[in-house]
C-alpha cells in the first residue's frame, strides 16, 4: 500500500460558533474510513474542548501541563529590576523594597531566572491543565483542557503539539479555537493548510478576513468551507473572489443537520454524501501543498 | 503633597482617565502649588499586564498618592505592596476638582 508524506491541517474561523468541530470531526471520520492513512485528531480549543463529544474517544494517558514560575527569595534580591526589565509580559515587578511575581501572566519562559545577577529566583512548577490521549476507533485523538480560571492557553497547546509527536499519523487535524489571538497562531503554527470554517453573515464574514489574514502572515495555503449556506450573502463569494479563496464546500442551512449536531451526531452521520466530499478536500489540499 | 492622577490628555486640563493601567496619560501633581509633570502611559497599549506595568512606573516615581477612577486586582497588590495609598475619583469632573476634594480629604480612599 502507498504511503503519503505527512499532512496537517487545521481548521480555523474566526467567529466562533461556524462549525470548526463540525467539519474537523467530520473531515477526520471521512479520511479514517480510508484505511490507507492513520489520522490523527488535535483538539486544540483548550479553553473549551469538545470534539470528544462528536468523536467520543477513550483516553488512555493522561499528562500534567505545568509551567515554570518564578519564586524570589528577599534575602537574596537585590531589587535591581533586570528581571522587570527582560520579562515580556509584566509577570514580575520591582515595588520599592520587594518583587512580586504574578503567577497567572507568567509564561514560564526562565528569563528573569537567567538574568538574575544575584540568583535570587528559583522556579517552582505550577499545573495549568492537562493534556489526554486515546483513540476513537481508528482515529488518534488527544487534546488539552486548560485548569478553571487560568488565563494561558499557549502553553498547553505547544505542549499538546509535542506530546503527540511520538505518535506518528499521515493526516493530522487540528480544530483550533476561535478568535485570531496567540491560542489560534499557536494552533496553527506547523500546519501544511489551514482550512478556514465561515457562516454566510456580516459578522462570520468580518471575522473570516482576519483569521484569513492571519494565515497569510504565517504563510500557509488556505481554503473555505461555507456553513449554513442558504446563498444569500454575496458580500461573503464577492470576498472569495477577489482573495482567490477557493471554496470546498457549502454545507446547507438546513433544520435537520442542526438537529442531529444538538443531538452529537456528526454531519458524516447526517448526510453520508459528505463522507466522499471531505476525502475530495484532502486530496485537493494534498495537490494545493505539494 | 505629590500626587498622581490618570488623564486622557497631558495638561491640567485634561479629561480624565477612568482606567488605571491603561490610561493615556499619569500627571504627577503637586497638590498645593499645582505645579505638574505630565507621562504618557508607557503601558497603555502593552498585550497584558498594563496594571502592573503602570504601577511600577507610577511606583519608581515614588509619589504620596494615587488617584484613579478604578483599580485593577494585579495594579492594587503591586501598589499596596509600594506602600502607595490609592484614591478613586468618584464624580470629580475635572484635574482641578480631584485636587480640591483630596486637599480637603473628601475622596474615596480605594
Same mark, same amino acid.
Given at each position: 500500500?502507498?504511503?503519503?508524506? $505527512?499532512?496537517?491541517?487545521?481548521?480555523?474561523?474566526?467567529?466562533?460558533?461556524?462549525?470548526?468541530?463540525?467539519?474537523?470531526?467530520?473531515?477526520?471520520?471521512?479520511?479514517?474510513?480510508?484505511?490507507?492513512?492513520?489520522?490523527?485528531?488535535?483538539?486544540?480549543?483548550?479553553?473549551?474542548?469538545?470534539?470528544?463529544?462528536?468523536?467520543?474517544?477513550?483516553?488512555?494517558?493522561?499528562?500534567?501541563?505545568?509551567?515554570?514560575? $518564578?519564586?524570589?527569595?528577599?534575602?537574596?534580591?537585590?531589587?535591581?529590576?533586570?528581571?522587570?526589565?527582560?520579562?515580556?509580559?509584566?509577570?514580575?515587578?520591582?515595588?520599592?523594597?520587594?518583587?512580586?511575581?504574578?503567577?497567572?501572566?507568567?509564561?514560564?519562559?526562565?528569563?528573569?531566572?537567567?538574568?538574575?545577577?544575584?540568583?535570587?529566583?528559583?522556579?517552582?512548577?505550577?499545573?495549568?491543565?492537562?493534556?489526554?490521549?486515546?483513540?476513537?476507533?481508528?482515529?488518534?485523538?488527544?487534546?488539552?483542557?486548560?485548569?478553571?480560571?487560568?488565563?494561558?492557553?499557549?502553553?498547553?497547546?505547544?505542549?499538546?503539539?509535542?506530546?503527540?509527536?511520538?505518535?506518528?499519523?499521515?493526516?493530522?487535524?487540528?480544530?483550533? $479555537?476561535?478568535?485570531?489571538?496567540?491560542?489560534?497562531?499557536?494552533?496553527?503554527?506547523?500546519?501544511?493548510?489551514?482550512?478556514?470554517?465561515?457562516?454566510?453573515?456580516?459578522?462570520?464574514?468580518?471575522?473570516?478576513?482576519?483569521?484569513?489574514?492571519?494565515?497569510?502572515?504565517?504563510?500557509? $495555503?488556505?481554503?473555505?468551507?461555507?456553513?449554513?449556506?442558504?446563498?444569500?450573502?454575496?458580500?461573503?463569494?464577492?470576498?472569495?473572489?477577489?482573495?482567490?479563496?477557493?471554496?470546498?464546500?457549502?454545507?446547507?442551512?438546513?433544520?435537520?443537520?442542526?438537529?442531529?449536531?444538538?443531538?452529537?451526531?456528526?454531519?458524516?452521520?447526517?448526510?453520508?454524501?459528505?463522507?466522499?466530499?471531505?476525502?475530495?478536500?484532502?486530496?485537493?489540499?494534498?495537490?494545493?501543498?505539494? | 503633597?505629590?500626587?498622581?492622577?490618570?488623564?486622557?490628555?497631558?495638561?491640567?486640563?485634561?479629561?480624565?482617565?477612568?482606567?488605571?493601567?491603561?490610561?493615556?496619560?499619569?500627571?504627577?501633581?503637586?497638590?498645593?502649588?499645582?505645579?505638574?509633570?505630565?507621562?504618557?502611559?508607557?503601558?497603555?497599549?502593552?498585550?497584558?499586564?498594563?496594571?502592573?506595568?503602570?504601577?511600577?512606573?507610577?511606583?519608581?516615581?515614588?509619589?504620596?498618592?494615587?488617584?484613579?477612577?478604578?483599580?485593577?486586582?494585579?495594579?492594587?497588590?503591586?501598589?499596596?505592596?509600594?506602600?502607595?495609598?490609592?484614591?478613586?475619583?468618584?464624580?470629580?469632573?475635572?484635574?482641578?476638582?480631584?485636587?480640591?476634594?483630596?486637599?480637603?480629604?473628601?475622596?474615596?480612599?480605594?
Amino acid at each position: 500500500m502507498m504511503h503519503q508524506t $505527512p499532512l496537517k491541517i487545521a481548521v480555523a474561523s474566526g467567529k466562533g460558533g461556524t462549525g470548526k468541530t463540525t467539519v474537523a470531526t467530520s473531515l477526520a471520520l471521512s479520511l479514517a474510513k480510508n484505511l490507507t492513512e492513520t489520522v490523527m485528531f488535535l483538539d486544540c480549543d483548550v479553553e473549551a474542548p469538545n470534539a470528544h463529544l462528536f468523536l467520543k474517544p477513550e483516553f488512555s494517558d493522561q499528562k500534567q501541563v505545568e509551567v515554570l514560575i $518564578p519564586r524570589v527569595n528577599e534575602t537574596l534580591c537585590t531589587h535591581c529590576g533586570k528581571c522587570t526589565e527582560v520579562c515580556q509580559f509584566q509577570a514580575i515587578a520591582v515595588l520599592g523594597q520587594r518583587t512580586l511575581v504574578f503567577p497567572q501572566l507568567c509564561h514560564g519562559c526562565g528569563s528573569c531566572t537567567m538574568i538574575c545577577p544575584t540568583n535570587a529566583i528559583q522556579e517552582n512548577p505550577k499545573s495549568i491543565g492537562i493534556l489526554q490521549k486515546g483513540k476513537a476507533e481508528q482515529i488518534e485523538f488527544a487534546r488539552g483542557v486548560m485548569d478553571i480560571g487560568e488565563p494561558m492557553a499557549v502553553p498547553i497547546i505547544r505542549q499538546l503539539k509535542k506530546w503527540v509527536k511520538s505518535t506518528p499519523s499521515q493526516i493530522t487535524i487540528v480544530d483550533s $479555537p476561535p478568535g485570531t489571538a496567540c491560542p489560534v497562531v499557536e494552533s496553527m503554527r506547523g500546519s501544511d493548510f489551514i482550512l478556514l470554517v465561515t457562516e454566510p453573515t456580516p459578522f462570520g464574514l468580518h471575522d473570516l478576513r482576519l483569521a484569513h489574514q492571519v494565515a497569510k502572515e504565517l504563510n500557509i $495555503p488556505t481554503g473555505l468551507i461555507i456553513n449554513r449556506d442558504n446563498g444569500e450573502f454575496k458580500e461573503l463569494d464577492n470576498y472569495c473572489k477577489a482573495e482567490n479563496l477557493p471554496v470546498f464546500l457549502r454545507i446547507p442551512f438546513q433544520r435537520t443537520i442542526a438537529e442531529g449536531i444538538a443531538n452529537g451526531h456528526t454531519l458524516v452521520d447526517i448526510l453520508p454524501e459528505t463522507i466522499l466530499s471531505f476525502q475530495e478536500i484532502c486530496q485537493t489540499i494534498r495537490n494545493i501543498v505539494k | 503633597m505629590k500626587l498622581f492622577l490618570t488623564t486622557t490628555g497631558p495638561d491640567l486640563h485634561s479629561e480624565l482617565d477612568p482606567r488605571f493601567g491603561r490610561c493615556a496619560y499619569l500627571l504627577l501633581i503637586d497638590s498645593e502649588t499645582l505645579e505638574f509633570q505630565s507621562f504618557p502611559n508607557p503601558s497603555s497599549s502593552v498585550s497584558g499586564g498594563a496594571g502592573i506595568k503602570t504601577a511600577q512606573f507610577v511606583a519608581d516615581l515614588k509619589p504620596d498618592t494615587v488617584i484613579s477612577g478604578d483599580f485593577g486586582p494585579n495594579a492594587a497588590s503591586a501598589l499596596r505592596s509600594a506602600n502607595i495609598p490609592m484614591y478613586l475619583y468618584g464624580d470629580c469632573k475635572t484635574v482641578e476638582d480631584v485636587v480640591r476634594r483630596l486637599n480637603s480629604n473628601s475622596l474615596k480612599r480605594f
